[in-house]
């Protein structure tokens, strides 16, 4: 299975600095991503269905809709698998990040 989303995605924020041709992160953006990483390193699933309780969380995915693809994903996990990160790439309020579950 593929999932396809964006674990940060504030399309307003965003879009305040694409339309500028500003490609640099607000910081808070990387930040979110760094700890959604630091849950997969850990199997920390519960806290990324929860991520809206993280100080970020609502900035960082204001709508859960390309948030959700994330979390349908982990649920194919099972538990003597694990997770690697394959991919990430953080943009103004916007970020991108790939892993393999095996």
């Known amino acids: 299975m593929i999932g396809s989303g964006a674990v940060v995605h504030n399309l307003k924020e965003a879009g305040k600095r694409f339309f500028n041709g500003n490609m640099t992160p607000y910081g808070w953006d990387i930040e979110f991503d760094q700890w959604i990483k630091q849950q997969l390193d850990k199997g920390d699933i519960q806290s990324i269905v929860n991520y809206e309780k993280n100080k970020l969380g609502l900035m960082a995915a204001p709508t859960p809709d390309n948030y959700m693809p994330l ?6 996990k099972d538990e003597n698998e694990s997770i690697e990160n394959t991919f990430e790439e953080v943009l103004p309020a916007f970020s991108n990040r790939g892993f393999r579950i095996s």
């Open 71 to 76: 979390i349908y994903s982990l649920a194919l």
